[in-house]
């Protein structure tokens, strides 16, 4: 079925809402696609929790990694071309990478890294040149294949150009991924003309840059960007399933640590409460697993956890009012008395929850998240930084952007006895 | 938040892709979609294994619950708008059966049924009058109002044109269906102009009929049926997925029965092995709890079952050839014994799969699934049945379409030992 | 900025609502585009009258050219790529067939082919194998190319695939009209899967067949076509007005002949009236030179010219009834008496008008639009003619369907006296 | 066909691709539609000479006038609802003043209005209260109903909500506009979530605020506005085209005024060289007749007229470069000598174009096309100006951005004798 130049013998397609079809026609894909942990993803949603939300974002990782594959994949393929700035095993490598980008990722992986302490770019890493199927797939390629793979997702590989395709402001993951939630969560805000931004895209010894002509399409691009950020991803109402899960988590952990006896004993747990997880442990987690633990411990004695479990299943989620922290502090230490006077435990019950964007930046040194600036080709040969020529791009430039909230169980609230203060107190300072 | 007509103080909305928005008036219907049992179906795809040849479809029967409710609102509040055929109590009756009438689905409905002998209808309707929050929140509305709302999807209900806009051959759910599952899985197949079939639609005393100057996009609505079940319901490598599935429901249910010491003991399928399903059970049941006990039966010292199950979680499918019954059984029958020869059990792996449609008919009497017929309202005030009018729908009325294939594992066959002739006879007779 | 080897320095673009881009690489397609020949059909409908109808279908033919071009593009640069049967000079022989196929429609062309007697496929061949600047173009590719060109869209070029890449049942024109048309009238029905259908497309010596895997979509695109067909093509509001359009065509050519003086002489009517067209008489003339005499003539002395042209330009359009020509003879023979006795001359106010379609075929000899039959490509390599494999298409197949109208002027029949009998009478007969 | 109350006896729809539907339940505006001045709109586009640049681009202002009436009844009757902000007579001056805002648009407004000196929005009013079909349809309703309708579109009328829902920053006419133009050009910049925009409209006593919760889809909407501005309505090509329009109209009056011979006489233009425009006269404008006139002149011996009139109707436009006044007048007056040494009339053949745009501002005092600013309503009540609240609107607000192009004819100059200094000194200067 593969001819000896590791293409499929025909194209294979894979139908896809965003892009139409996902084209594959090197063995080495195929053969991924086909992994127990690529197959995995399935099972890990691409938004986590924001289904609470918007009730069509169900769609899991497998999706996006295909989508960021195909984009790269048209990028060389077809804007590319003949431009000789990537060889046969550079083409493989980006596509490998961009399909595999996002493997390491567990459930809910916001909420679980910040609880466990691990970061799920790691376990991607692990997943490549560790003993699984996928390396077994890659190493076919070549010996050193896996490990230049895992390099580029880790942004050290040597070539620049093919590390900007899978990360930068501006990538085929960003772009996937805008274009994808916005069509699963059925919002507009997501659409931007990915097809110009393709077509003014040119490749440099160590970046990909756009033709000016094309800047209107990166504004809208980013202004896209802005907008599902805070219209989606930070939605308060997906924060407050976040809160729920991260506060189920914590106490799962907790009373794991004090040898609590579970009725349904959390074995898939048993490294990750630890917080020494092993590779396998780690890939037999899943969404699916986590929803029956959660549904299980809806049975346990222990109130908190068999609360937050029910609320989580059953979306009875809490309520949130805005926050500012500089000045309502005070508050937070009132409600927080208020709450244990009326035993509902303030570390479990009583959240501030802050979401922060910054929506493009030219210069981002040192950051976690760095990421490389947009440059645009000026007809005169100049390269020029984004910010310098839009003048909407540079009046949100570096600017960051956060919101607080206070979340807090208001149907809890309001079943408090009437008689005493309290009540009255707590509904008067949330002024619900 | 409610006035005292039942309706909120404000409407609410959720964000849909396909409707763009699912408006509730109505404070039963939002507190319906709030109890666990309806938001159980947000763990219950509405297209079971599609998923695996259309990695779109990973939608939810929540979504598609939601989507009928809309389309049956839309029909009764702006199309049959001052028209007097429904009362007030009679329209919160048609929006509680669109909203529940999937509401009994288990997991994986139809392979599971099959395996398991029961009809996920009867759990809607013991939902629906049973000890659960949907029906507290539907006794609210009247004592008798949880009995009338199942007998609506039961379609024993007396006032037939309410019936009908649930179940017949052009109601709200299929309309739903179409359109979300062609939106999900990225063909176009599904979309007709269900605008125009709503703005056609005229209540009569016991059923709803199109105005016949909206007969061509009823045609297009019945074409669209016809090409999404042979080009998504019925693709072959789903039904390559249901039959794994149904193999391992059977696998499992045959060593519990053989009492087989499971490593993962399975607790939540007691009452369905022993074919004594109680509602509690049932409840607890979903597609996140099948998929833990699959990842976990990988481990089961039975090979069957663990090679089943493993198939199933990294999509490692069955191939499939032609089958015809009445020509090849013959074949099969020399298949049965090669398979037997070679050790690999033939219940397991040798099946022959059939699937049938009848895009559309006039009359059905006692089918099980019997659905009305479409009529038309002629321009002179006559109602005619549609394949009296249409060409078109004539032609394909009445005609049922089967389709056989023969299921089996090629990696099985290809790496049975070369010496003997098994493997070669196999392969000769299975032309691969 | 072209190389020796005709190729545009850069890929050129088009922005195009239906395919997104036209790409255009080829020096010679960007040439013929500039031409004014080409250029003169932005100033001739797409689809006649109707945007009387449809509001949103004002599109040119130049918009639909652009779109048949980039089709065949996209087969045979994308979808052909590496296979021998075309070379280098049939390559641009297609793309230039397909951008010039319509080149020699004129204003309204159903009307004005009808009343004046020519056909406009004359007209193109005329176009570019006379002295035009389409013909300076095409020679620069080679002395004989235009005549290639004439005999592709004239269906006797000796490579038959070539040919059937521009007119067959399923060519490049039909699947650009219907999208196209479907986008800007706005209805849904003339969308099916092109991609799919792409996809499937496999050149063979003298044909293009589809690959059986893809019957599907080739039925969707039949009944996509059948839907517009009737819903659109056939509509009978644009039947109205192309009944008034004829009769006004009608009512000038025999004016003229009879030497009435207009206040505006129809100057660019002058040799077409004579049934003797020059070329260039025949590119002079497009819709806004027509709209431009039908207002003037609405200031002219003839009751009958100038009644029809107000009614043309402010859409007051005749009114209809269903016709059967076999049964209702005696009627319209009444009709025309009694019309006749009114003072509402027959000849141009009472008009039966018939339109007839034949959804598919798999042979039509000896038609004057005869068009190729479609075949499918089996998993044996086999050839199967479409409708010997699609029991949908089978049924519909051959089957020609007509319906007939009888058109009429309500408003000048409700304003007869209302003494006499007349009108009365006429009222019954149409039952208005 | 009507009831007493004005009410069309059946909801009568028209298909449109940007709404889907147009729906029209009030007889005034069944039969607005159906006058001669509103039918006059199907002859002139809505984005003048844009369709030499996007192809798509031929629609009509008959579409976008039915757009915009289509959103303001929506308003009114989804929206607003049960309400008491407007009574029957205001609901039916907002349909009309929405329907009718664009009536006075003539040829090519941009163009003509420039060169002689007119305002589209004068003839409107004209219309309305003048002699016409229009006026006699809108005194059916009541005898000053007509002047109401002209005062709410000259924004003097008293109620200022009314006002407010047909011109403010966020009124009707440009959400129709943006997504309308969007649609048939094909570029996907002019996208917003109108749905979600006229959700959160609020009535007020003298204009319609948006709740907070919308901010951000009002974001999406002005950077919608802000690309299309320059991607599409000034875009360079466009501007071209517009260029060579303006400077036919030009020539072709100034050879009136200096009683030159033509071969076609400008009878339509008479009054309009004089500036004495008749509403008559402005009547029997539309963009057919100017095509009609441009074809014939490009027979003129008038060499410019002749060579400009061949260049619109061909598209064969000016070139352009980027042109800086404050630093580049020297360079513009050397190549007005130039020019005049080659014998190319600078007057007609050097231009510089100016666009200039204002996203959005906060206060426009004293402009002509002053249009109110953008409200918001808080929680808790508070109303505030939009750019007080959002950062990116507060980045952009009151900033004009300007852009200049110095437009010349490449082929004239490329045809000069290469002896002689003067080809290579213009070449040089414009650096082609």
Known sequence: MTNSNGKLSEEKVFKDPV?????????????????????????????????????????????????????????????????????????????????????????????????????????????IVGDTE?????????????????????????????VSLISSQIDADRMDYLLRDAYYTGVSYGNFDMERILRVMRP?????????????????YIMSR??????????????????????ILHRAKQLYSKNYTFKTQPVHFDSIFKEKITLQDYLRLDENVIS?????????????LSDLCTRFLNRNLFKYIEFNPSEQMMKLMELTTLFTEAGIDPKYYLVVDSSSDLPYDFYRPGEEEERLPIHLLMPNGEIRELSRQSE?????????RTDHKLYFPQDIIESLPEEGSVKQKIKEILAI
């Open 134 to 162: 996928v390396n077994q797939v890659l190493k076919k390629v070549g010996h050193d294949f896996p490990k230049k793979v895992a390099e580029v997702i880790a942004k050290t590989y040597k070539n620049k150009l093919v």
């Open 19 to 127: 892009h139409r079809y996902i084209h594959v026609q090197d063995e080495v894909i195929w053969d991924l696609v086909a992994t127990s942990e690529f197959q995995r993803l399935r099972r890990i949603r691409q938004l986590g929790t924001t289904y609470f939300t918007f009730h069509g974002a169900e769609h899991s990782r497998f999706n996006h990694s295909l989508g960021v594959y195909e984009i790269v994949r048209r990028i060389i393929d077809d804007v590319f071309q003949e431009k000789p700035f990537l060889n046969q095993e550079e083409r493989l490598l980006c596509l490998c990478a961009a399909l595999l980008h996002d493997l390491g990722h567990g459930p809910f992986s916001h909420s679980f890294e910040k609880v466990f302490h691990y970061d799920h770019e790691e376990f991607t890493q692990a997943i």
């Open 204 to 220: 440099q010894e160590d970046q990909v840059v756009f033709k000016s002509s094309g800047m209107h399409a990166v504004e809208d």
């Open 292 to 304: 029956f633990y959660f549904q299980a411990w809806q049975q346990e004695d222990d109130e908190i």
């Open 226 to 247: 802005y907008q599902m950020y805070w219209q989606v991803y930070f939605h308060p109402v997906t924060r407050s399933s976040e809160v729920i899960l991260t506060k």
């Open 392 to 400: 909407i791009v540079d009046a949100i430039s570096g600017k960051r």
